[in-house]
């Protein structure tokens, strides 16, 4: 019997499993390997079955040694401890001994010291409980793989990043943000009351993260039809395109607080999780917004500032790109005569410029322009390719058009999600002439290919155009 998939539904594991087999004949894709994610006004109390389900399947059924992984952060549930709640549904029949991991930060921070402490906290474990938010989650996701991937329940308490739902962690190595293979939770169980009274700025992040749902899927369309990206898979597509069928109508919810929202927002963020977990990369989430954001995290920590929430971040350079991506789609902008191929001298001395003022010892500029000679290999050895994919432009728009929503939508909806919406917004404070900067020489930082990219090897990325899409970054909150 065949049945409806509703490929939007991060909850329904059985069915993505199967649509993606069916898809994925040639076995491109990672398998989806947990066995339950729930999301739900009291996902909290599925956590005695979760454990009891993973135990079995880990052919440990009954009685078990069970770490309940936590960091110094007291989350409460409705006034109550939600550590307790948890505690109190596994000690009946499990040995249950509560780990508080505390590096001295009011927010746990991923680095090696937390990683190491976290995987000798969790030794002996038959299974692993973590309760928090993407940090906790990620740092969970390594001690247990580290101790040979025994089973993690992971209790969502904020819908702040779109990372619960994947197979990789993203870690500090010498402060530098790098996300690594890690795994997939076994469980993922998101209780959107607990949710809703997060820290608003974290569930404003998590919105500005999900947003860039509607404006990246065309940067990493845009780079495979160009040869520069083999890891586009149609059936990836397929659920990010189902995910953004409907522009969210319920952003004003988040800055209320209001459990529907919630729910709508943590299931965005667990799909997206899902496709990049099985495409086995970032790319597909990942356009012209996240190098902007790179950008600014990049100065932030050569400059030895905090490095802003991500996901603000990125909800802001979203409308950076969607203003863009609807002028290449809707205009006369990108015309075949405009092609030249880049000069690597020439970009070579624009990284110098853009990247040398970073640090003394010019280190951050010769990254980048590592990472850009790369691209400017493949850009040679695929030339043919991108002249006919701006030859048959005005075709590939239809499709764009499908993949990237407009301005005029995505920013009422950041505004009133209560998310920043400008640059001068953010924490910390984004100066105009920064924010400028992280746009203007965002395709100069590394080796993916975006509209930007494109633009600028059709002499398109000028002070003017620059100017143009700056100019109303001014408008909104
Ligand atoms: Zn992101």
Redesign the pocket.
């Known amino acids: 019997m065949t049945r409806h998939i509703n490929l939007s539904d991060p909850t329904d594991l059985v069915g993505l499993r199967r649509y993606l087999a069916d898809e994925d004949k040639d076995h491109r894709l990672y398998p989806l390997d947990m066995m339950g994610v729930t999301i739900s006004a009291d996902a909290h109390l599925g956590v005695a079955a979760a454990v009891k389900q993973a135990l079995a399947a880990a052919g440990k059924p009954g009685r078990a040694q069970i770490v309940v992984l936590v960091d110094t952060s007291a989350i409460r549930r409705k006034g109550e401890s939600l550590r307790r709640i948890v505690e109190g549904q596994l000690a009946p029949d499990h040995d249950v001994r509560t780990e508080v991991l505390d590096d001295g930060h009011p927010t746990l921070h991923a680095h090696e010291q937390t990683l190491d402490a976290a995987a000798a906290a969790v030794k002996g474990a038959d299974l692993v409980v973590t309760i928090g938010s993407g940090t906790m989650t990620d740092v969970g996701k390594v001690a247990t793989n580290r101790n040979g991937d025994i089973p993690l329940v992971a209790v969502q308490t904020a819908a702040s990043v779109d990372g619960f739902t994947d197979n990789v962690s993203v870690v500090l190595k010498n402060g530098v943000k790098r996300t690594i293979p890690s795994r997939w939770p076994t469980f993922v169980l998101a209780d959107a009351v607990t949710i809703a009274d997060a820290p608003l700025e974290l569930n404003t992040s998590g919105f500005g ?1 999900a947003i ?1 749902l509607f404006t990246a899927p065309a940067d990493w369309y845009l780079a495979n039809l160009a040869g520069l990206d083999n890891t586009f898979h149609p059936a990836s597509m397929a659920l990010l395109k189902a995910a953004a069928a409907e522009p969210p109508s319920w952003a004003d919810g988040i800055s209320k607080g209001e459990t529907n929202a919630i729910q709508n927002l943590t299931r965005l963020l667990a799909l997206r999780g899902i496709v990049s977990g099985v495409s086995n990369t970032t790319a597909c ?2 356009g012209v917004e ?1 190098v902007i954001s790179h950008m600014l995290d990049l100065h932030h920590a050569a400059h030895h500032k905090p490095i802003g929430l ?2 603000a971040q ?1 909800g802001v350079a979203t409308l950076v790109a969607t203003r863009l991506w609807r002028r290449a789609i809707e205009t006369d902008l990108i015309r075949p005569e405009l092609l030249r191929k880049p000069d690597a001298a020439t970009m070579e001395r624009r990284i110098t410029a853009a990247f040398g003022h970073l640090d003394q010892t010019g280190a951050i500029a010769a990254e980048c322009w590592r990472d850009c000679q790369k691209k400017l290999q493949l850009v040679e050895a695929n030339w043919a390719r991108i002249q006919s994919v701006v030859s048959n432009w005005r075709g590939h728009a239809t499709e764009f058009d499908r993949m990237v929503q407009p301005p005029e939508t995505l920013r009422p909806a950041l505004i009133a999600s209560g998310a920043p919406a400008r640059f001068e917004s953010l924490t910390p404070v984004i100066t105009p002439e920064l924010a400028r900067w992280a746009v203007a020489n965002c395709h100069l930082m590394r080796n993916r290919f975006n509209l930007v990219d494109l633009l600028d090897m059709m002499g398109l990325w000028t002070p003017e155009l620059i100017d143009w899409v700056m100019a109303d970054m001014k408008a909104g909150a």
């Open positions: 993260e860039s989430l990942s996240h991500h996901g990125v």
